[in-house]
C-alpha cells in the first residue's frame, strides 16, 4: 500500500469505519516506519503552537479519554502519564503512534488535509436527526447539510484548496475557483470539483456511498480507481466490493430533492426507505417481520406527517403498523399477504 492509502485509511478511522484490523494495519506501519514517526511529532508541533496551553491541555485530556474508550487487542498503560513533554512523547508514541495521530486528526479535524492554522470554533456542523440545515462556506460556496450529519471543515479552508469532510448527506453549489479544487472527502471516497452542483450521500450505517452530478464535472477516487462524473450521471460505491458503479440517471435533481423537504425513492427497499425516515423525523422503526423489508417501494413523498408516509406504504404492501412508547413498529399482514403474492403471480 502506498502513503496516500495510509491516509485514507486514516478517514475510515475518524469517521469510525475502520475495522480492527484496519486500525492493526496502521499501528503496525506507524511503528515500522521511523520518518512517519518524525512526521506526525512534526504536525503535532505545527498544530500545537497555535494554541495555547490551556487549550493543549482540554485536548490532551480529551485524547487521553478516547484512548481509554478504545477497544484493541493491546493494553494501553501509558496515557496516565500523557504530557506534553517531547521525550516522553517520543518513547509513547512509539508504542501507540497511531492512535495518537488519528486521535490528533480528530481533534483538528481536516488539519492534515489543508496544512494550514485551525481554530476550533469554526469547523464542525453536525445536523442533528430531524433537522437540515444550509450554510455558505468562506469562499461563497452552498451547502444544504442533510438530517443527522456531520460537515467538518477548518479556517484555512478558503487558502491553498477547499477540504471538506462529510459524514452523512450534503448537496454542494460551488464557486469556481480554477486555482483551488473543491474536495469532498468521505471514509472510503474523494469529490473533487472546481465549479459545479453535486450531492454526496455516505451515511456510516449504510453499505454504499453515492454522488450524484447536477452541473459541471467532477472525480471520484476510492482506494482503486478514478472516474469522470458529469451532469446527470451517478456513482456508487460499495463498501463490501471496494467498486465504483456508474450509471445515467433521468433526473439528477431528483437525488437532492430532500433540501426541498421531498423525499424521491426509485425501486428503494423498505429497509433502506425506513432509514431515511428515522432520520428524516427522529423517531425509531422497528421490523416485526423481518420479511418486509425486501419489498421496494417508488414514488415521491411531499412535506408530509410520517403518518401519511406509512399509510401510503401500507397501500402498496401487506404493511400493518402501530405506535408503541414512542417506537413504531411495522409487521406484516398475513390477509394482504396471501393477496400481494396472488397478483404477482
Not at 145 to 168: A, H, M, Q, T
Amino acid at each position: 500500500m502506498e502513503k496516500t492509502d495510509y491516509i485514507q485509511l486514516f478517514d475510515k478511522f475518524l469517521l469510525k469505519q475502520a475495522s480492527a484490523e484496519e486500525i492493526q494495519v496502521l499501528i503496525q506501519w506507524l511503528k515500522s516506519e521511523g520518518s512517519f514517526q518524525d512526521w506526525a511529532e512534526e504536525e503535532w508541533n505545527m498544530a500545537s503552537s497555535e494554541i495555547d496551553v490551556e487549550l493543549q491541555r482540554k485536548l490532551l485530556g480529551e485524547i487521553k479519554l478516547k484512548i481509554s474508550d478504545t477497544n484493541f487487542s493491546t493494553p494501553i498503560n501509558q496515557t496516565k502519564r500523557f504530557t506534553l513533554s517531547r521525550a516522553r512523547y517520543r518513547r509513547w508514541f512509539s508504542q501507540i503512534a497511531a492512535v495518537v495521530l488519528l486521535l490528533i486528526m480528530t481533534a483538528y479535524g481536516v488539519y492534515s488535509y489543508t496544512k494550514n492554522k485551525m481554530t476550533m470554533s469554526d469547523m464542525i456542523v453536525a445536523v442533528e436527526k430531524g433537522q437540515k440545515a444550509n450554510i455558505t462556506l468562506p469562499d461563497g460556496s452552498l451547502v444544504w447539510i442533510n438530517s443527522d450529519s456531520k460537515l467538518i471543515y477548518g479556517s484555512g479552508f478558503n487558502d491553498r484548496e477547499r477540504v471538506l469532510l462529510l459524514e452523512g448527506e450534503a448537496y454542494f453549489e460551488v464557486s469556481p475557483d480554477k486555482d483551488r479544487p473543491f474536495i469532498v472527502k468521505t471514509n472510503d471516497l474523494s469529490v473533487k470539483a472546481l465549479g459545479t452542483s453535486f450531492d454526496v450521500k455516505s451515511y456510516t450505517d449504510e453499505s454504499e456511498i453515492s454522488t450524484v452530478l447536477m452541473t459541471g464535472k467532477v472525480e471520484v477516487c476510492s482506494f482503486s480507481d478514478r472516474q469522470i462524473l458529469l451532469p446527470n450521471e451517478r456513482i456508487v460505491f460499495n463498501r463490501q466490493t471496494g467498486k465504483l458503479k456508474k450509471n445515467t440517471v433521468y433526473d439528477a435533481k431528483d437525488y437532492a430533492s430532500w433540501k426541498d423537504n421531498i423525499l424521491n425513492f426509485e425501486a428503494e427497499s423498505f429497509e433502506n426507505i425506513v432509514r431515511v425516515l428515522e432520520r428524516y423525523y427522529n423517531t425509531r422503526i422497528v421490523f416485526e417481520t423481518e420479511s418486509l423489508k425486501q419489498y421496494r417501494f417508488t414514488g415521491t413523498l411531499g412535506n408530509t406527517s410520517l403518518e401519511s408516509i406509512l399509510q401510503i406504504l401500507s397501500l402498496t404492501s401487506p404493511l400493518d403498523y402501530e405506535v408503541k412508547d414512542s417506537v413504531i413498529i411495522l409487521r406484516e399482514n398475513i390477509k394482504e399477504k396471501a393477496y400481494y403474492e396472488k397478483a404477482l403471480k
